[in-house]
């Protein structure tokens, strides 16, 4: 489970807001901007999102790539404007989750469809391909100056239930969208913090770090948290 919003004493959320305020300027100098500020933020303005706004991050989805162009991916969403449908949404989430998530003004529902249209088969990659249709819809959204926090705290089945999600479809993941809430809240819950390159980029057999980041060069900067 996160860490508790709140959690941290006065002297340790400013901690932790500099070293995050570091590993985001490290970022920046090494990824594009746009993946170097994004976040997920616990805390979320009510500022209420343009459908414009919306319908992009759908559209920024629906051109995500997929196995056989099968787009598995399905999306519920619920904003404010219908507080029915969202406080049914918010209900699946887990206690934690639905303490700050309550704020954000959207919720949506991410689903697979875990079997191909052309044959039937098990579709191996329909988690992955709406992973990927997440990540490009996020991008979007940091680029229209929104923030996407994803759960996968949330209880599935309820949400089948609720939303009469047929077999065969996976509930996978609920994200909060929305304007991030710029004040102390919404960070300072968690630090941010990457593996370093070498721990998880490899070469020539499983385990061994590629020579591609074994130089001190690859892997230095803020991303790398626990140090080289
Ligand atoms: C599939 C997935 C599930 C997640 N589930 C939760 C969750 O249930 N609750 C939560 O507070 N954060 C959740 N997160 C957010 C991660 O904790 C967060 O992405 C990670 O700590 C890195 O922080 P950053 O996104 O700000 O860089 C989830 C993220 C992903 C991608």
């Known amino acids: 489970m996160e860490k508790a919003v709140g959690e941290a004493d006065k002297a340790g959320a400013e901690m932790i807001l500099t070293k995050n305020q570091e590993v985001t300027d490290s970022a920046r100098g090494q990824i594009l901007n746009l993946l170097a500020e994004r976040r997920s933020p616990y805390g979320f303005s009510m500022r209420r999102v343009e459908a414009e706004k919306l319908r992009r991050l759908f559209q920024a989805a629906r051109w995500a790539p997929s196995s056989y162009n099968e787009q598995p991916?399905?999306?519920?969403?619920?904003?404010?404007?219908?507080?029915?449908?969202?406080?049914?949404?918010?209900?699946?989430?887990?206690?934690?989750?639905?303490?700050?998530?309550?704020?954000?003004?959207?919720?949506?529902?991410?689903?697979?469809?875990?079997?191909?249209?052309?044959?039937?088969?098990t579709n191996r990659h329909a988690w992955y391909d709406l992973g990927q249709a997440v990540a490009d819809l996020t991008v979007q959204a940091t680029a229209e100056g929104l923030s996407v926090h994803q759960m996968a705290g949330f209880d599935a089945e309820k949400a089948r239930q609720e939303f009469q999600i047929p077999a065969g479809y996976e509930p996978v993941v609920v994200m909060a969208i929305g304007y991030p809430d710029d004040s102390e809240v919404s960070e300072s819950g968690r630090p941010r913090s990457r593996k370093p390159l070498k721990e998880f980029v490899f070469g020539g057999s499983w385990g061994q770090t590629s020579t591609l980041v074994a130089s001190d060069f690859a892997h230095e900067g803020g991303f790398d948290d626990q140090s080289n």
């Open 73 to 121: 991916w399905s999306f519920l969403v619920a904003t404010r404007d219908n507080p029915e449908d969202y406080d049914r949404l918010l209900n699946t989430l887990v206690e934690f989750n639905r303490q700050w998530a309550g704020q954000a003004p959207v919720l949506a529902l991410g689903v697979a469809k875990l079997a191909f249209d052309r044959d039937g088969r």
